[in-house]
C-alpha cells in the first residue's frame, strides 16, 4: 500500500508515489524531489548500490509520475521535513512530456497560455493550496448551516423562460422548443419557501451570458446560495450571513492560516462579529469628506465602481475591519422581489468584503399582490407569471443570499478571477 | 423570536409559525394544527375569552402561514407530542388560495398535476422527510471523503466540444458559437488527477438530451462524482465506494431510521462489508439455474434491463444483501478511457442496488498511447483529443465513479424518479 508523503514514518520501509518537482541525475548519485497532495519528499538514489536502477533513472523527467519503495532516514542536509527516502524500488507510472508553459527565466507566462494547459498550471503549491482551502471553507459553510437545520437541495439548472432580467441569458436547444440556463437559484430558493422547506441552501454552478472587461467576471461561476423563513427583517438575514462567514473564516484559520502565510505571504483575517453596517448615504458622505470621493446625486443609489474599492479603505479607517455591510440601495437599483419597507426603501443590503462586492442580500416579498405589483412596475409581470404563482397559496416571510464561491477564494488570496476557479469560462474561453 | 416547534417547551409562552394542516373553526371553539419544517402543534382558541382573534380566524384557510404566541400546556387529548399551545396572538403572514391539486376523496392526483404545482406538493411529510434524508446523506458522504484528504471541486457545466459519444448532449448559443452541456465531470475530474489534486469529488448537475421511457431517468439530475489516484486495481475503487455508501447510509439510519419507518413505512437497511462481488457471466448463469432467466451468449457482454431487475432476488438469495457488484463487462459496452487488463476486459464494475444500476466505476487508463488507441477503436480519437493532452505531461493511475443523488433518493424511498427530485426535468417538462 503506497502511503502519503505526510504519513511516512522514520525508520520505516514505505511505499510513496507522486509527481517528480525536480531531478538531478549524477554520475554517482541521483536525487529527486517527489510531491504528492500532502508534501514533498527527496528520493535519494547512489547508484552503485543500484545498478538496476539506472535505466529507469535515465527515463524519468521532470512531471513523470513515479513510484518507489524503501527505508526513510533522517537527514540533516534536506530541508523537506528533514527525512529523504532510500529507494530500493522504483517504478514509472507516467513519463512527462516538457512542459509547454514554462517560461523563459525572469518572466511569467502569460495567463492565456496556463489556461490552455490549465491541469499542469493547477500543480503549482499555490494552486493546491487554494483548492484545499476552497474545498474546506464550504464545508464548513455547510456544517455551520446544517447544525441550524438547513436542508441541501439541487435546483434545476434547465429553465423553460428567461428569468430575472436584466443579466444575459444562455439560449439551450431542448428537443423541439428553447430552455435557458439559470442565472441563479433565487426563483426555486424561494420556491423551496412556499413548500415549507423553511431553511435550505445549494452550491451549484450559475450561468452569465455576459460579455464584460473585468476581474471579477465569469461566465459560468459556482454560487452558494441559502434562503430561510419566518425572518422578521433583513438583518435575520445580515446575522446569519456574517455568523457564517466568521464560522467558516475562523475554522479556515484554525487549519490553514500558517500555511497560507507560508505559500501566498497572506494574513488570514477571522472577522469580529458583529460586522459593521452603513447606510449608502452615509458612505457617500464619508467618501467624500474623508477621501474626496464626490459622485451626482443621481448616483448615489447604487454603489459606484469606484465607491466599491474605496469601501476597502473607509471600512479599515472607520471600524478596523475588513467588511462592511451597505443598505438603503434605491429601488431602481434592486430587483423587484426584494421587499420595500413604508418609505419605498428595499429591506436588503449588499456585503463588501476588501473592496469587493460578495453578496446581495434581502427579505423578499411574500404578498402576492404587492410582489406582483412590483414586478409589474419593472415590465416584468408576464415574464415571471409562473414564479408569482408560488406565492399564492401561502408563503412564509423569508429572506437569503447568494456568495460566490469563485469571490471568495479570489479574495481570500488576491489572485484575478481566472486563476481562482478551477477552469475558467469566459466569452472567448471554453476549453480545455 | 420563534421558536421552532420541536423546540418548544412546556409551560412557556412561546411564538411559533408555519402553515395551516387543519382548521376546525366552530362556534365557540377553534383548532388548528400547524406544521412547521421540525413538527407539529395544535393551537387551541376558546373564542369567548378571545373576541379580539375571531376576526383573523375567520380569514384563515388550510395552507395559510400563520404565527401565533402562547402558552404551551400539557395536553391528554392531543396526539402531536401531548402539548398544545393557547395562542393569546395570531398573525396571518400569508393567506392561501384553495389547493389546486387536492384529488377527490379516494383518488390520486396525477403526477403532472402534482407536478405543476410542485412546491405544493413537495410540503407532504413524506417529501420534507425525503429531502431531509437526501440532504443528510450526501453530507455524511462527503464527511467520508473530507476525512480521507479528499478535495470538493467544481468544474464546468459548460464545455467547448461535444464529450462522450453516445449520450445525447445539449447545444447551447454561446455568443458566436456553440458551446455543449456536460453529459458528466468525468473528463475534468481526470483533468484534476492529472493536475495532481489525488482525490476530489463534485456534487453537481449533468446533463442527457435524450428522450427515454423510463421510471428512472431525467434530462438533468445531480450527480455525486469521485476520483482518486495511485489505485492498484479497480478494486480499491470498489472499496472506497462502498465503505462511503456503508458509512453515509449508517449515518443516516442512525438519525432518520425510525421516522423512515413511521412515515414511509420502509425498513433502511445498513448493508453490511464488504459487498458481494460476482462476474457478469456468473451473473448469468446463477439466474438461468434459479430463474430460468435465459439470453444469447451475444447479450453476455452487458447486463439486460431484466436481468438488472433480477439482480435484486439474486443478491438476496446468494448473499443475503441489497448490493451487488458485478464485473466482466465486456469492452463494447464500456467507455474508452476503461483500463482492460491482459485479456482486453475492462477493469470495472456496475453497482447494483435493489435491482437498480446506481454507479458505473473502473480504473481509468493513463498511459497515454493506449488510452489514444482505445479512443480510435471507439472512433473518437478527434473529439477526445483535448482530453487525451491530459495524459501527455504526468499523469498518476487513478479510478473512480459516480452516483446519482436523485437515484439513490428513489431507492430509499421507493418513489420513482419525478417524485425523487426537486423538481424533475424531462424533455416534455421545464416547468415551474
Request: hydrophobic share 35%; charged share 30%; with cysteine.
Amino acid at each position: 500500500m503506497r502511503t502519503m508523503i505526510k504519513n511516512i514514518k522514520l525508520g520505516e520501509v514505505n511505499e510513496v508515489a507522486g509527481f517528480v518537482e525536480n531531478i538531478r541525475n549524477k554520475k554517482t548519485m541521483c536525487f529527486i524531489v517527489l510531491k504528492d497532495q500532502s508534501s514533498k519528499l527527496q528520493l535519494t538514489i547512489e547508484k552503485e548500490k543500484h545498478p538496476d536502477l539506472i535505466d529507469t533513472l535515465d527515463k524519468i523527467t521532470i512531471d513523470s509520475v513515479i513510484s518507489a519503495k524503501g527505508l526513510i532516514m533522517e537527514s540533516e542536509y534536506v530541508k523537506l521535513n528533514g527525512m529523504e527516502m532510500y529507494p530500493d524500488e522504483i517504478k514509472i507510472e507516467s513519463v512527462a512530456e516538457p512542459s509547454p508553459i514554462v517560461a523563459p527565466k525572469g518572466e511569467e507566462t502569460n495567463i492565456d497560455l496556463r489556461l490552455d494547459y490549465r491541469w499542469i498550471d493547477l500543480r503549482t503549491d499555490k494552486n493546491l493550496l487554494m483548492f484545499k482551502v476552497q474545498s474546506y471553507f464550504i464545508n464548513k459553510a455547510r456544517e455551520f448551516l446544517n447544525e441550524r437545520d438547513f436542508i441541501e437541495i439541487h435546483t434545476p439548472k434547465l429553465i423553460g423562460a428567461e428569468s430575472e432580467s436584466g443579466a444575459g441569458v444562455f439560449k439551450v436547444d431542448y428537443f423541439d422548443r428553447n430552455a435557458y440556463l439559470a442565472q441563479s437559484p433565487q426563483f426555486y430558493k424561494q420556491m423551496a419557501m412556499a413548500a415549507g422547506f423553511e431553511r435550505i441552501y445549494e452550491s451549484g454552478p450559475v450561468f452569465r451570458a455576459e460579455k464584460f472587461a473585468s476581474r471579477k467576471h465569469a461566465t459560468e461561476f459556482t454560487g452558494f446560495d441559502l434562503e430561510f423563513s419566518y425572518i422578521k427583517s433583513y438583518k435575520d438575514v445580515m446575522k446569519m450571513e456574517e455568523e457564517m462567514l466568521e464560522y467558516a473564516l475562523r475554522k479556515t484559520s484554525e487549519k490553514y492560516k500558517d500555511e497560507i502565510k507560508k505559500v501566498y505571504d497572506i494574513d488570514l483575517v477571522v472577522p469580529t462579529l458583529p460586522f459593521p453596517v452603513m447606510d449608502l448615504h452615509d458612505v457617500y458622505d464619508e467618501l467624500e469628506k474623508r477621501y474626496g470621493y464626490k459622485v451626482s446625486e443621481s448616483e448615489k443609489g447604487d454603489l459606484t465602481t469606484e465607491g466599491e474599492r474605496l469601501v476597502a479603505k473607509l471600512s479599515k479607517d472607520m471600524f478596523n475591519h475588513e467588511f462592511l455591510f451597505i443598505t438603503g440601495y434605491s429601488k431602481e437599483n434592486r430587483a423587484f422581489y426584494h421587499m420595500r419597507d413604508e418609505k419605498g426603501v428595499p429591506c436588503g443590503y449588499d456585503l463588501i468584503w476588501k473592496g469587493c462586492e460578495i453578496t446581495t442580500g434581502a427579505q423578499r416579498e411574500h404578498r402576492y399582490e404587492i410582489l406582483k405589483a412590483q414586478a409589474k412596475e419593472k415590465g416584468l409581470d408576464e415574464d415571471v407569471k409562473f414564479y408569482l404563482d408560488f406565492f399564492k397559496y401561502g408563503c412564509p416571510p423569508h429572506g437569503g443570499f447568494g456568495i460566490g464561491v469563485d469571490r471568495i477564494t479570489m479574495l481570500i488570496f488576491n489572485e484575478g478571477i481566472k486563476d481562482s476557479m478551477f477552469l475558467f469560462r469566459g466569452p472567448d474561453r471554453l476549453n480545455p
